[in-house]
């Protein structure tokens, strides 16, 4: 079954403790992408990958860090949490096609920051 | 950089009342794709438009992309219960045709209750 999975899905952590939320896709999608929800800004992206050893800042890139090693992972990383990082947080992936670029969205992982 | 706004944030409409909800850019887009999202969830592809004046429809949703591929609406006819969820646009804005780079920027969202 074609999916993009994340883990954890629920995580409630203290400032300052390093963390990662993992993100895998079997889809063999070049492009992946995260975001983060919060009630009335909708979805806002933090970090994409248009491929392995490729990266870039989307709209809100601070505080956060990712790596893609492997084409079917793409891991964000907070160093020192803060609790205006406490959201709903998607993994999305998509081929880079002109026109099947649709994004397959994770499940979502759920981060409190006390 | 690109932004896309969409209206209204919020509806509520008795069930079997239409729905619609708008999308503008601030530049002309590639393509624009909707979403829906119902409580609880996670965003799930609807459709998407390419041509300039594209007309999709869905059931009793009617997807259009504007003359100038600036704007978009999605309408839903005869509302049900099973529609409740929030509904996204994201434009997509191709930036490097030779690397395949593009941004894809999504509206807030409108979230839509239907009332029994």
């Known amino acids: 079954e074609a999916q993009v999975t994340q883990n954890p899905r629920y995580l409630i952590t203290v400032t300052g403790k390093k963390l990662t939320v993992t993100c895998s896709q079997n889809?063999?999608?070049?492009?992946m992408s995260w975001y983060r929800q919060d009630p009335g800004l909708g979805l806002r992206q933090i970090y994409y990958?248009?491929?392995?050893?490729?990266?870039d800042k989307g709209d809100v890139p601070e505080g956060y860090k990712v790596s893609r090693k492997e084409k079917r992972n793409f891991p964000l990383i907070l160093e020192s949490p803060s609790p205006n990082q406490t959201s709903l947080y998607f993994c999305?992936?998509?081929?880079?096609?002109?026109?099947?670029?649709?994004?397959?969205f994770g499940p979502g992982t759920r981060l409190t920051v006390l | 950089g690109q932004q896309v706004m969409q209206i209204p944030q919020y509806q509520h409409v008795q069930e079997g009342e239409d729905f619609t909800t708008y999308c503008n850019s601030s530049?002309?887009?590639?393509?624009i794709q909707w979403y829906k999202q119902r409580p609880g969830g996670h965003p799930v592809f609807l459709i998407q438009?390419?041509?300039?004046?594209e007309v999709k429809k869905q059931k009793r949703l009617t997807f259009q992309f504007g003359e100038a591929k600036k704007n978009s609406s999605l309408h839903i006819t005869a509302t049900q219960t099973t529609d409740v969820g929030t509904y996204f646009c994201?434009?997509?804005?191709?930036?490097?045709?030779?690397?395949?780079?593009?941004?894809?920027?999504f509206g807030k969202g409108t979230k839509l209750s239907v009332i029994p």
């Open positions: 990958s248009m491929n392995v050893e490729v990266t």
């Open positions: 889809m063999n999608h070049e492009y």
């Open positions: 530049t002309t887009l590639s393509n």
């Open positions: 994201a434009g997509r804005v191709l930036l490097n045709s030779g690397a395949g780079s593009y941004q894809l920027t």
């Open positions: 999305a992936s998509s081929a880079l096609a002109e026109i099947y670029n649709e994004q397959f």
């Open positions: 438009l390419v041509k300039s004046g």
